[in-house]
């Protein structure tokens, strides 16, 4: 349930973060781009699905608080193998959290435009904390190359649509 839940929640992720520039690429996933909220929102559920079931997995059984177990477990900041991955995933799930609480138009209209897509555009921060997320901890110990061919065409996928859209809109703009 954690493994199948995180790798959808990725997947879901790297659509999402290419619906905007594929709209810029071809106006014809624009009917996408109105919805994509919901596809954040559902990202989200499942990311927290992903995160409730992996602290009652390794934090629930302690003397401690779960949550603070999830902080206090694990302090090697100095290593990369054992880096305290799952810090990450929590301050990832908090910025999706915000970002689902606040995906409708009401506050989008009582936020203003400039704050509420400010707040959105969090979703990279989180990205890169996701991405982090594995790559410090469970792909560290995966024998089957796949989840990693996955992370890496979809990563490298998102930054070559993200430049291509970049780079059509200055186009645009110069002519402009």
């Known amino acids: 349930l954690i493994r199948s839940t995180s790798t959808l929640a990725v997947l879901l992720l790297h659509v999402i973060l290419s619906i905007g520039p594929l ?3 071809n106006k014809k996933f624009l009917p996408l ?14 990311a927290a699905i992903h995160g409730v079931f992996g602290i009652i997995q390794f934090h629930t059984l302690g003397n401690v608080n779960p949550i603070v177990s999830l902080f206090t477990s694990n302090t090697r900041f100095d290593s990369l193998s054992g ?19 606040t995906s409708h138009d009401f506050w989008l209209h009582n936020l203003s435009p400039k704050v509420w897509k400010t707040l959105h555009m ?9 991405i982090l997320h594995v790559m410090l901890g469970v ?26 859209a970049g780079t059509r809109e200055v186009q645009i703009d110069n002519i402009k």
């Open 23 to 25: 709209t810029r690429i």
């Open 33 to 46: 781009l109105y919805n994509r909220r919901h596809l954040g929102v559902t990202m989200f559920f499942i």
């Open 122 to 130: 969090f979703v990279y921060a989180a990205y890169f904390l996701v």
């Open 83 to 101: 880096f305290p991955f799952q810090a990450l995933g929590f301050f990832a799930l908090v910025i999706f959290f915000l970002m689902a609480i």
């Open 139 to 164: 792909i560290q110990f995966e024998t089957n190359p796949v989840f990693i061919i996955i992370l890496f065409v979809g990563t490298t996928t998102l930054i070559t649509l993200h430049m291509i």
